[in-house]
C-alpha cells in the first residue's frame, strides 16, 4: 500500500510541468490552468498527510501469525478457531530455555515444552563384589543398563501458575523389565503476596544442592556416597508442598519450608501428615568480583521413622566456580556438602541373659560429606575428583571413597563420562556387606556414562 501511494505521489509530481507546457497557448487557458494546477496541489496535500498517518502506524503482522483482536472482539469460537503461530514441529524439538513455546501462543492456545533426556551407565568390579551386591549400584554390576530415560512436560499453565510432570524409565534390577514411574508432577503459583512461591504435588526435595539434579545433571556418574546412605538410592523425594521466600535485601538470600508426607523409608517413613516431615533451608549467593561466585546453603529434614521415633538431618552446602573474563563455561567448580544425622532407633536383645526378647530406644548421631573439584580448561573437555566420607544411619563403621573421572562433550547436548572409584569399608561393616558368599569390604570400579538430551531442558540452579 505505501509502494502504491509513493508511485501516484511521483506521477503527480511528473504531470505538473506536462500539463502546464500543454495548456499555456492562450491567455484564456492560463486561467483553467492555474485552477487545475490549484487542484492538483491539494490532491497532493492529501496524499502526503495520508501517507504520514500510514508510516505512524505499526507493521502489519507477517504471514501466519494472528493479528491482535480489535477492542471489545468477541473471542474466537469452535466455528472460528483463532489463527495459530508458525510453530513447526522443528520447533517443539528444538532445544531451547523453559517455557519458550509459551511466548509464541495464539489466543485460546496452552502450549508446553517437550524434552528427553537418557542417561545409559557401564559399571566392571570384582566379582565378589556383584556377588555381595556392594557396588556403586546394587545388583546391577558388571553391566551396562539404561539407568535414567525421563521425559519431561514442563510449562506455564497461565501468568500466575506453571507445571511440570517428569515420567521416568530404568533397569532396577538385573536382567529385569524395565520400570516406569513417576518421578516428579508438581504445580509452581509464581505470584503469591510478598513475593513467594508455592510449589505442590511429587518433588524432588531442595535439600542441600545434590538432591535436587537428576542423575542425567550431576558432575559425576553417581550420587554422593552420604546422600545414598543417608537417603537412598532414589534421594529426598516426596509428596507434599513447599514455599520459597525471597525477601528485599540488598543480598541475596531465599528461605524454604515444606511440609510432606514423610514416605522416605531410609531417613524417615512415617508416611502420615499427622507427623509430617517438616523441611528447611536457607541459602545465599555471592559474587566475589567479575571472575568469581559462591553459594552457601544450610537444610534441615526433621520428622519420624516408620517405628515412630524422632529422626533430623541436617545439612550443609558450599558451591564455587571460577570462570576468567571472557569465558563461556567456569574454568574451576568445587562442590561439597556435609550431612549430620540424629536418629533414634529400636534395638531388640536378651540383656539378662533369661531369654526374655527386650526392645530397647536408642540414639545414634552420624556424620557425612563429600567434596568434588571439576577443571575444565577446554569447552568440551572437563576432568575432576570427588571424595566421599560417610557413616551408616543405624549400623557401625564408615566408608571412604575416591572417584577421578574425565567428561568429554561432541556437543552441549551429549556428554561421555568415564570414571575410576575406589571405595574401602572399615572391617565394622563387614555383616552389612559380606553376603551371598562375597565380600564388598574394598571395591574398585570402572564406571562409564553416556547422556544424552532431546528437545527442551530446563535450567537448573547454580
Sequence with gaps: MRALTLVLVLSLVTLLPAAAAAQATTADDAAALRKEIEQLQKQLESVTDRLKRLEAQPPAPSPGTAP???????????????????????????????????????????????????????????????????????????????????????????????????????????????????AEAYLTLL??????????????????????????DLPWVDRPNVMRNFFGDEGLQEKGMEATFVPDLPFYVEALGGIFNGDNDTAFGAGTLRVPLITGRVRTFLELGTDHALELGMSVASGQTSDHLPSTILGWEGRYKYRP?????????????????????NVQGDPTGTGVIETEKRQKNSWGFYVGGEVQPWRRWAGGFRYDWSQFLQ???????????????????????????????????????NLNGGSARTVDELLFQASFILGAHPAHPF
Design 68 to 182: 491482535p483482536p480489535s477492542a471489545g472482539a468477541p473471542p474466537p469460537t469452535a466455528q472460528q478457531p483463532a489463527q495459530q503461530p508458525g510453530i513447526s514441529a522443528l520447533d517443539i524439538a528444538r532445544p531451547r530455555e523453559p517455557f519458550g513455546l509459551y511466548q509464541q501462543r495464539g489466543a485460546g492456545q496452552l502450549l508446553f515444552d517437550i524434552g528427553i533426556a537418557g542417561d545409559f551407565v557401564g559399571e566392571l568390579t570384582q566379582r565378589n563384589v556383584e556377588k555381595a551386591g556392594g557396588g556403586s549400584f546394587p545388583g546391577l554390576e558388571n553391566r551396562f543398563f539404561p539407568r535414567e530415560i525421563e521425559l519431561s512436560l514442563f510449562g506455564q499453565i497461565d501468568p500466575y501458575a506453571s507445571a511440570v510432570v517428569r515420567i521416568e524409565a530404568g533397569e532396577q534390577t538385573r536382567g529385569g523389565e524395565i520400570t516406569v514411574n513417576l
Design 395 to 433: 549400623t557401625p563403621g564408615l566408608e571412604q571413597a575416591i572417584e577421578p573421572y574425565i567428561s568429554f562433550w561432541p556437543s552441549e547436548f551429549l556428554r561421555f563420562r568415564l570414571a575410576y572409584k575406589h571405595t574401602a569399608r572399615t572391617t565394622q561393616t563387614i555383616d552389612a556387606f
Design 191 to 216: 505470584t503469591l503476596p510478598f513475593g513467594t512461591q508455592l510449589r505442590m504435588g511429587q518433588v524432588r526435595n531442595r535439600f542441600g544442592w545434590s538432591n535436587e539434579i537428576h542423575e542425567h
Design 325 to 345: 573474563d571472557g569465558w563461556l563455561h567456569p574454568l574451576i567448580t568445587v562442590t561439597g556438602e556435609a550431612l549430620y544425622s540424629i536418629r533414634k532407633f
